[in-house]
């Protein structure tokens, strides 16, 4: 199997949409996400993330990277006014209408009007969940990171609350979210469903890993 | 299918061990990369992470979390002395000797002694790539971002050099990461492997995207 290596060069004078075409497979897969929110008008937005990530466990905390310039930016005029926002797993039956939220609609068009999902509001909660999702959060804003290099931020919450399937929690704490059929995402525009390999035991010095499930 | 509900009281009474699990699979699947350093002793270092993200494709930027009181604190001390670092995709054949890498080994023993994985040296670069790997990232080392909230940090770096197996680059300028055979994680112990739901085309508002893949 022959190699390739592009150099930083390389990668500079790449044209502008293959360079992000190639730069957005390279971290690995990508978590697939809704993010839904408010403004204080009542008009609801949605929009497919692929960097929600895991901040810390005690408080319960996610992060993920917004481009204020984008299609992301109502997403985020929503989060600093409101202060809650809800992220919600893609599963295998709404992967089109996710990816569907990413075409620049008008502020006053919501995405979930245009994209058949629909918002649900739940125990008094002022930011919508997406009704399909099977795993969904409540997100109370935490902080937000300027990424002074490139002009993006990271935006941390913490977890108010999670809804999810009950048979897909697992003896250990953790979440089956394959059994949830949530998708991973590569790039700027694939999505994949998953097959476990494994479940491994936890790391120790003195033995290699047993697979626990 | 009946729904449970953890809110932030819940997650804040759970056990600590229980409350990792289930805090850890929330973000949805997650990328999985081995980042391996040396210091300046000649000692090297490797270790999984399971959030590096994209942050921005020009600059081509990726970023990852790091907890500076864990097993992470080799990996962040040898950037910081050395300024780089090489990322590496693990793939199906090497998830549990990359899983191991996680095990709290001394400063002392590399995990490439410990695991049997390799480093490999190329072009000069003075960080060490893990030979196994298909796809392997030189990385500059940017910026860490302290995220006060949780003391934790996000480590930013700029890609120098990308290899990659020849036929996995697609017409556009994507990686196929599944062909690549990239698995991805979910939580701190579970290994998939992944299979191609579609590749959408670009999201417009008047239109439902189409299956170009």
Do not use: W
């Not at 790449?14 to 360079?19: A, G, I, P, V, W």
């Amino acid at each position: 199997m022959s190699t390739i290596i592009h150099s930083n060069a390389d990668i500079l004078n790449m044209e502008t949409r293959y360079r992000a075409a190639f730069i957005n497979t390279l971290s690995g897969f990508k978590s697939a996400n809704l993010i839904a929110t408010i403004d204080e008008q009542g008009q609801t937005n949605c929009a497919v993330f692929n960097s929600v990530v895991h901040i810390g466990a005690h408080p319960p905390l996610l992060g993920f990277i917004c481009r204020p310039d984008s299609v992301d930016r109502h997403t985020l005029e929503n989060i600093q006014t409101t202060g809650v926002y809800s992220i919600n797993h893609i599963h295998e039956s709404i992967y089109l209408q996710a990816h569907q939220t990413s075409a620049r609609y008008p502020k006053h068009q919501s995405e979930f009007d245009a994209t058949g999902l629909h918002p649900e509001y739940l125990n008094g909660f002022k930011a919508p969940f997406v009704k399909e999702s099977a795993v969904k959060m409540a997100m109370q804003l935490k902080s937000i990171l300027p990424i002074a290099i490139n002009g993006t931020l990271l935006v941390i919450g913490e977890i108010q609350s999670v809804s999810l399937p009950e048979d897909c929690m697992q003896t250990d704490g953790s979440v089956d979210i394959e059994k949830a059929s949530t998708v991973a995402i590569s790039g700027l525009d694939s999505y994949y469903k998953t097959q476990r390999l494994a479940k491994l035991s936890y790391a120790k010095p003195d033995s290699m890993p047993k697979v626990i499930g």
